[in-house]
């Protein structure tokens, strides 16, 4: 009920004072409608009205995109706490907790290790996700989505540019959901403070970013008894009541960054022939803590009948774990850059890589066999990059390799043609030889089993995309082949299998993984009615189930638009089906925060139906949804990885509000 009060008191006063026509032309926002000033006592001059195109949102790679505040599906999708569409993602049941990924091409890769614990990095904002802004007026973004029970999901952002030539941006994100189970709260948040500068004469530019950031989960390691859950006992409604393994673990990772890639024109005035030099600076920290302070977990049965187990074997401690992994990175990146207005640009560099990820004991095992108390990293690579953009045709082309002993590769080539603005063709092929996460070569635990020292091989990934975007259909084909592949087991024996322990390692697959992938998406329109398709077919070749995904994946969205209250108000509402197959979805472990491999337990195979209103009234967009409400009814199968049930049925609202001052 408070949902729709708060709906009622944002919308109502909005809509009257949103009946007249805004006299602005469609291309300049309506930022000096008459009224923007309803307070003012003084008859202002006219004033210049700024254009969408100057508010410039530029990516690590200095692409430009412009600011948008309009409501379309694609939006829609968006709204959620990572802002991206999650198609091909799995979310668990509470929102913040990690991501089981359906769509394995969505895998980001680099040649350069990090930290690992990836079911953590779900929320964390990496530096090529850091957006930087040049703006006419003072930009302001605010999201607000409601969680699961308690909690809040919002998004403050704010840019300006102090002068022409310099903008400023402070944005925080702050995420706080209870969730329906037992010690499942998520607490997280992510500060981003960005600058950019260019010199008028743009000799001189750059862009850079702070951030600091933190994720708190409450781990309870899933629910101890699938038949309680898939009863639909009304016993078992109340989700709390369902016992899980772990009733007081949490895992936490924190992490800062001070980054800034800036460049100089060698030559006093633009022209047709340029010479810059470069740099790019990228220092991190991190610190991942598991903390579990009761070692033995007691699970009553329906007959009563109470076992003690211990989840994840024996432990060096008989309570208070508290295992701490911290992580050092930096990295330096020198170039030349010589731009041609016929050839392209060209780019050579160099750079420096150091990290050094540790603890604090040396652990030395049952075997005689030391566990060291840290992994340090330090190489070199060089590079050239061509870019090129002349017509109809954009292509980017990268090529670095290690100098040092370490043997690092990295091929990627991106070809580009739009044969006009409606019919866009794009190919990709990325050849990796990647150095391995530093969590599967060293990891230090209380729990005796999980401890390891590896000398793991490079991973070699080879993979060939091509994708085709029209008005009628978005179609992209990925082949991707995978040999010396990394990933988590479980190693557990029958006998501890027995005793409900769960013992995950990191192994390495020798043979060849062939993946396949067809994505195709389709919108129909039939008047104020639209049908929105997203279908994706995959197929694994692999002697063993290794790389397990579904074979098929759909949603499905029928929705209705139209303007209201004479277009002053914009709606879509409608109905999206998601469904995907059975398979040996990968299952998650919280003292390493990585899913791994296993082939107990299939999940998928149910379908969600969600119902939504999204509504539009100047810059302010308003998202009403149902999720899941197909559960009020259906049995309790569905489960976003073994042991960890998807969510229920709720209902959520949540709004984006745009300020052009």
């Known amino acids: 009920m408070r949902i729709f009060i708060f709906l009622y008191l944002l919308v109502v006063p909005t809509l009257l004072f949103s009946q007249e026509k805004n006299p602005a032309s469609k291309n300049n926002l309506d930022m ?17 009205i700024a254009k969408i195109d100057q508010y410039k949102i530029v990516t690590l790679e200095h692409d430009t995109i412009y600011a948008d505040t309009s409501l379309t599906l694609k939006s829609a999708y ?108 998520v607490s997280a948040g992510n500060l981003r403070i960005t600058t950019s500068y260019a010199t008028t004469d743009k000799r001189y530019a750059i862009n850079a970013h702070f951030t600091n950031q933190d994720i708190l989960n409450e781990e309870n390691g899933g629910i101890t008894s699938d038949s309680d859950f898939e009863s639909n006992s ?27 890639d800036h460049a100089f024109r060698v030559n006093p005035k633009d022209g047709s022939n340029n010479l810059y030099i470069t740099h790019q600076f990228n220092y991190e920290y991190k610190d991942y803590e598991y903390k579990q302070p009761t070692v033995i977990s007691t699970i009553t049965s329906n007959d009563g009948t109470t076992s003690r187990i211990q989840r994840f074997g024996d432990s060096y401690s008989s309570g208070n774990i508290n295992d701490q992994t ?52 330090q190489f070199n690579n060089f590079g050239a990059q061509y870019e090129y953009q002349k017509n109809k045709w954009n292509g980017r082309f990268l090529y670095s390799r290690s100098i040092t002993n370490q043997s690092l590769s990295d091929l990627d080539a991106k070809l580009r043609y739009n044969m006009n603005e ?73 006998a501890e299998q027995a005793a409900q322990e769960q013992i995950v390692k ?16 389709r919108e129909f329109k039939f008047g104020p009615f639209a049908l929105d398709n997203t279908l994706l077919y995959q197929k694994v070749d692999q002697s063993d189930l290794i790389l397990n995904v579904p074979d098929f994946v759909t949603r499905n969205t029928f929705y209705y638009s139209n303007h209201f209250f004479k277009k002053a108000l914009f709606m879509q509402t409608g109905l999206v089906f998601n469904y995907l197959t059975k398979y040996y979805g990968d299952d998650y472990n919280p003292v390493i925060a990585e899913f791994f491999v296993q082939q107990e337990k299939k999940t998928g195979g149910f379908a969600t139906f969600d119902f939504f209103v999204n509504a ?46």
């Open 32 to 48: 000096n409608t008459k009224y923007s000033s309803i307070t003012d006592t003084v008859k202002k001059k006219k004033q210049k």
């Open 78 to 185: 968006k709204q959620n706490h990572l802002r991206k569409d999650l198609f091909g993602l799995m979310e668990f049941s509470n929102i913040g907790q990690p991501l089981n990924t359906l769509q394995y091409s969505l895998t980001s890769f680099s040649p350069y290790p990090e930290i690992g614990f990836s079911g953590k990095h779900s929320i964390y904002m990496q530096a090529d996700q850091i957006r930087y802004y040049s703006v006419a007026t003072p930009f302001t973004e605010l999201f607000f989505n409601t969680t699961i029970k308690k909690g809040q999901n919002v998004d403050s952002f704010i840019t300006l540019n102090v002068s022409k030539n310099l903008n400023f941006s402070i944005a925080y994100k702050g995420l706080r959901s209870e969730g329906d189970y037992n010690n499942q709260l």
């Open 234 to 260: 009304n016993d078992y409604k109340n989700r709390q009541r369902l016992q899980v393994y772990l009733t007081d673990a949490e895992s936490f990772l924190k992490g800062r960054r001070l980054f800034f």
């Open 326 to 377: 911290k992580y050092e990175r930096l990295y330096n990146k020198v170039g030349a850059a010589y731009e041609n207005s016929l050839l392209g640009k060209f780019i050579f560099f160099i750079d420096d890589y150091r990290s050094n990820y540790k603890y604090n004991r040396v652990i030395i095992g049952s075997d005689g066999n030391a566990i060291p108390d840290n992994l340090f990293l």
């Open 422 to 494: 409606k019919i866009k063709f794009d190919f990709r092929y990325r050849n990796i030889n990647k150095l391995p996460n530093n969590n599967y070569n060293l990891y230090q635990s209380s729990w005796i089993s999980y401890n390891w020292a590896n000398n793991f091989k490079n991973e070699k990934i080879n993979s060939l995309s091509a994708e085709i975007t029209t008005p009628w259909l978005t179609g992209q084909v990925q082949y991707t082949v995978l040999k010396d592949h990394l990933y988590f087991t479980d190693m557990a024996t029958d």
């Open 506 to 521: 990191p192994m390495q697959y020798g043979n060849v993984i062939n993946y396949l992938e067809i994505k195709a998406s």
């Open 616 to 661: 539009r009234i100047r810059q302010t967009r308003f998202y009403l949804k149902a999720e899941h409400f197909n559960a009020l009814f259906s049995q309790s199968n569905y489960y976003s990885a073994p042991h960890n049930p998807y969510r229920d049925f709720v209902l959520r609202f949540g709004l984006v509000w745009n300020f052009f001052q």
